[in-house]
């Protein structure tokens, strides 16, 4: 009973340390990574004393083989094989070609610098090939870069994990087996790779299946079947073929996301939760197991060791595999710079270190201790420096374009133009059959249906966006529908036209993730009929050095007095729409409607229609007017009106 109680105990400090030290990440937005080595460290045998892995026995192996399997699969399903298309080729680069040259260069090092022997480098450097999704994923939700930079970042993680894996038990069965030719390795290597392919994607479809039609189960129920399943293939390809279980793994995960599921985002939040507590307490056991007399004992070489794999090999390999892509500098430069480290080259390395050491061959606790170094300095190194580089860089996910806009009306389908005619990705989602049909007819992709479900966001692909705007003509709608976009997508700009009317329904924005469209208390129906009747004006105003205080004042006077609206500001060639908090600076390109009785300008430009039937083909070049006369003309349009 004490015995028990001891593990039990060993458990609970090691599950209160993980969720702490994530807790404590997300307080100070560093990288979870840093907290979990630190407390494992400061917990274990070398710290305080109070971790203690080893009485686990081999229950640390089963502990670590099961969280691996959830976290690779949810790795799988984070994979969006779209978005991978646009980098396929330089993600397959990345996973073949790149893991030799890290295979190579890794083995050089750690053979010239650490003095390692050759068989033992090559093990070590088999086991640090991977970039780790652990790292990598939560690091780039942080930072948000750029998506076609985050994705060939993820892909490569998530995909390069099974290999890397694969290929270091290839490398340590050399090892074992010295008469194993390198034919033998190879077929080893393929056949692994290939039983993983075939049980994961069998595996992944019959899941997808049972998902959609098992519709007398409770979605928490399948969520947990699908748990047990995957647990199940995971199991049954490792009975098959030794370590082709993480292969099938991320297999199973690639196909069942991409297989349209219902609830699809629902079961990733699951598995995402599950991911960071397996996550959580595989880094503060294996972090504990660690004992800093090894990390000390391996030297100075050791330590450059894996500085040239991080200024010299990686750099590289990027440079190799996106050789003819369509990345520029700045995006390889981030790439170069990002390759940390995580779970599974620690989980196999401290596997690896108990068979070496089974099999009466020195160098596992050295490999072990080499791989944690590895680990540590670049997750700290690049983790910590990562959202700093990418802003420097300017390839943050706040340049992001594109835009997806709720209620297809007059004034959404305005802005809409505006983007298109920038050449940016519009998607407008509605309802109604009858204005779905009026921004079709201007060559507008539409969404005819709610935007209340996600799955529908998913597809107009918000996941990807720049900009969501609510424009509906309900304010609690647009407010709630923003709120939904900003916490299931989180899109660098979120803007909804909703009222700040306290006696309003529309609740306080705290969040701060969702902005207020155009103005406050815009009144978006009066504007939508105003477009209709062409009894507007839509004009642009580019604020000088010279005169910006008169034109903010000349600008503020007219909002306040009900007879503009700010749409659209260009600062720095970048088009947004305008929230009704930015502060405006010199150089801003402002476009506005200024309400205008007399219908001319938009029937001359629709020949006589209504604004609502205006093609893009006709709308002309943004008419510069001084602002000086705006008070005038407005006061004189309502006088005649």
Known sequence: MEESFEITLQMV???VAGISAQVLAAYLKLPGIVFLLFFGILLGSDGIGLLHPQMLGTGLEVIVALATAIILFEGGLDLDLRELGKVSTTLQLLVTLGTLV?????????????EFPWPIAFLYASLVVVTGPTVVTPLLKHIKVERQVAAILEGEGVLIDPVGAILAVVVLDTILNSDAGPVNAAIGLLLRLGVGAVIGGVGGWIMSLVFKHANFLSFELKNLLVLAGLWGLFALSQNIRSESGLMTTVVAGIV??????????????FKGQLTILSVSVLFILLAADLSIDSLLALGWGSLFSVLALMFIVRPINILLCTWNSNFNWRQKLFLSWIAPRGIVSASVASLFAILLT????????????????????????QGLTAGWLANCLQITSKEATGVVIVGCNPLSMLIARFFQERGEKVVMIDTNPESCEQAEVRNIQVIAS???DVEVLEGAGLGSMGTFLAATNNGEVNFVLAQRAAEEFDPPRVLAVYPRDPTAKVPVNNSQKVNQAFVSDLA??????????????????????????????????????????????EREKHLMVMPASQQWQIGDRIIYLLHDPRPTLLKRLSGGTQSNRLSLDKLPEVEEFPLAKLSQLSASDTSTA
């Open 13 to 15: 400090i090691t599950i």
């Open 102 to 114: 890290t295979l190579l260069g890794g083995s050089m090092a750690a053979h010239w610098l650490s």
């Open 256 to 269: 069942f996301a991409n297989s349209s599921v219902p609830e699809e985002r629902q079961l990733r939040q």
């Open 358 to 381: 089974q099999h009466g061959i020195n160098g596992g606790d050295a490999i072990k201790a080499l791989v944690f170094l590895t680990i540590i300095v670049t997750v700290v190194c």
């Open 450 to 452: 709610s935007a209340f």
């Open 524 to 569: 978006i129906k009066r504007w939508n009929e105003y477009l209709n009747n062409g009894q507007v004006k839509l004009l642009t105003t580019t604020l000088s050095q010279s005169d910006i205080e008169n034109q903010k004042e000349s600008l503020k006077e007219l909002v306040e007095g009900g007879d503009l609206v700010p749409l659209l500001m």
